[in-house]
């Protein structure tokens, strides 16, 4: 068996700045966006559903975007704070697919339908290393929303 080997060149790269809300069905989450092109929006949406899934399995299995099956999205750069919101549509117990949204001054900018797959780590030490990652960058990412 083969194995694929991705470098982004990107270190530590998260687009989402706070996760604000999480449960078995949805997830709520912000991103701060200064004249940025969409496609950053697009990443932020693919990521806020990745991190629901990743709680959904805790931390146990990798997941990752196979598909985007649909998106709007603005010809505008993004410009300001951004309210994304996903869904939990449908799962199996290896795909999922997910609908998100983002919304900007109220009105919606985005929406998509997005398609996961989860898979097991190819070895102990990549689940002990990502597990870990994805965990500690989820539980960074929580802004307690109930603080006075």
């Given at each position: 068996?083969?194995?694929?080997?991705?470098?982004?060149?990107?270190?530590?790269?998260?687009?989402?700045?706070?996760?604000?809300?999480?449960?078995?069905?949805?997830?709520?989450?912000?991103?701060?966006?200064?004249?940025?092109?969409?496609?950053?929006?697009?990443?932020?949406?693919?990521?806020a559903?990745?991190?629901?899934?990743?709680?959904?399995?805790?931390?146990?299995?990798?997941?990752?975007?196979?598909?985007?099956?649909?998106?709007?999205?603005?010809?505008?750069?993004?410009?300001?704070?951004?309210?994304i919101?996903?869904?939990?549509?449908?799962?199996?117990?290896?795909?999922f697919?997910?609908?998100?949204?983002?919304?900007?001054?109220?009105?919606?900018?985005?929406?998509?339908?997005?398609?996961?797959?989860?898979?097991?780590?190819?070895?102990?030490?990549?689940?002990?290393?990502?597990?870990?990652?994805?965990e500690?960058?989820?539980?960074?990412?929580?802004?307690?929303?109930?603080?006075?």
């Open positions: 068996m083969s194995e694929i080997e991705i470098k982004t060149g990107l270190e530590g790269f998260v687009m989402l700045d706070g996760i604000t809300f999480v449960d078995k069905a949805d997830i709520r989450a912000l991103r701060s966006f200064n004249e940025e092109p969409a496609y950053t929006g697009i990443e932020a949406l693919a990521q559903g990745a991190f629901h899934i990743r709680q959904l399995t805790g931390f146990e299995r990798h997941i990752f975007l196979l598909k985007v099956g649909s998106c709007s999205i603005p010809t505008q750069p993004l410009n300001g704070e951004m309210a919101s996903g869904r939990l549509l449908n799962r199996s117990d290896s795909a697919r997910c609908e998100l949204k983002g919304e900007m001054a109220g009105k919606t900018v985005m929406e998509g339908e997005f398609f996961y797959a989860a898979s097991d780590y190819c070895t102990q030490t990549s689940r002990e290393i990502l597990r870990g990652h994805y500690k960058t989820f539980s960074c990412l929580l802004i307690d929303t109930n603080q006075d």
